[in-house]
Nanobody
Framework: EVQLAESGGGLVQAGGSLRLSCAASGFSHDPYTIGWFRQVPGKEREGIACISSTDEGTYYADSVKGRFIISSDNAKNTVYLEMNSLKPDDTAIYYC?????????????????????WGQGTQVTVSS
């Protein structure tokens, strides 16, 4: 059974940093994409970063490019999201999710509907 679990959220002041973790289990040996998403109540879920299991290629949404870094530790089956220069607008529930490798290589790795497994989310609050 595929399972994803986020951790590392919390309250931080504007300009600060946080690192989120996404612990994965139950994956097959097929290549896949891990994405990070966020959602504010009343708004659509936003894809912000993704990484390919094949070559650890990444891409980012413009809203976080240059501030957030996605990385993976295959030995620990964990994907990280390092968030720097945080702004109050970054306040949201953050989710990690898994899709097939086509999500990344098709250039659609930030599209939520392509992901089939999701974690429960972790709250990030950035105070001004």
């Amino acid at each position: 059974e595929v399972q994803l679990a986020e951790s590392g959220g919390g309250l931080v002041q504007a300009g600060g940093s946080l690192r989120l973790s996404c612990a994965a289990s139950g994956f097959s040996h097929d290549p896949y994409t891990i994405g990070w998403f966020r959602q504010v109540p009343g708004k659509e879920r936003e894809g912000i970063a993704c990484i390919s299991s094949t070559d650890e290629g990444t891409y980012y949404a413009d809203s976080v490019k240059g501030r957030f870094i996605i990385s993976s530790d295959n030995a620990k089956n964990t994907v990280y999201l390092e968030m720097n220069s945080l702004k109050p607008d970054d306040t949201a529930i953050y989710y990690c999710a898994r899709a097939g490798s086509f999500a990344y290589y098709s250039g659609s790795g930030l599209v939520p509907s392509l992901y089939d497994y999701w974690g429960q989310g972790t709250q990030v609050t950035v105070s001004s």
